[in-house]
């Protein structure tokens, strides 16, 4: 077995370990619970879970997705969260290789990926998670290798800015915020990590994956002009594409002007 091989297995192995700490964070932070004190407990009877229970993906499969002690069904969604980070860890490894691109990857997709699944749950953002990944992103884009301070603060202003004039305009025209505060922060938070260009570029994908949903829920009745579709989950996809693929989306796109 190579070296690449074993350092591809380890980042899927810490990614499943992450993806169970961002369960907790997922499943306490909406509520204003510690994800630290008390230890972990099945939702449904109380009873502490120990640590043989607990072990990423395998503890749910030799559960078969109940609790050992009231035999309730335990949500497919910790799974899910941890498969879905080991795979991400893996291609973050294989994209940015190692240092500082690496760890400010890894950062940015375990922060979209509880900011996604709270904001399904809940259509709330934390300023918990964005505020800091805001900072966060900052702190990295001054790391050798970083994207430089200059484009992050930008990215920052444009971020952000895009989605404050669309709450601005709509609340003016229609008497209603078309976007929450929270997916300002996430843009701001995505600008911070990725630069203005990568920012702008998450925000086209994200409008290009959920308008059409939006649009599709609107038109067959399952939501109302009024009812809350959660933006943050298809900002995040957005941001994620950019993150792996942006530079070459970019080059593509603007190659076709050139050509």
Known sequence: MTPHTITLIFAVILGLCVGSFLNVIIARIPEGRSIIYPGSACPRCGKSIGWYDNLPVLSYALLRGRCRNCRKSISWRYPAVEIGCGILFALAYRRFDTGTALASALILLSGLVAITAIDLDHQIIPDVLSLPGIALGILFSVTPGGIGW?????????????????????????????????????????????????????????????????????????????????????????????????EAVLAWYFSQFLS
């Not at 990590?193 to 925000?203: H, P, R």
């Not at 059409?212 to 994620?240: E, M, N, V, Y």
């Open 150 to 246: 200059a484009p992050s603060l930008l990215g920052v202003l444009l971020g952000g800015g895009v989605f404050l004039v669309i709450i601005v305009t709509s609340t003016l025209v229609i008497g209603q915020a078309g976007m929450g505060v929270g997916d300002v922060k996430l843009g701001a938070m995505l600008g911070a990590f990725l630069g203005w260009k990568l920012a702008l570029l998450s925000i086209l994908l994200s409008v290009l994956l959920g308008g059409p949903l939006a649009a599709t829920l609107l038109a067959t009745g399952r939501k109302g002009r009024r009812d809350p579709i959660p933006f943050g989950p298809f900002l995040a996809l957005g941001g994620l594409i950019s993150l792996f693929w942006g």
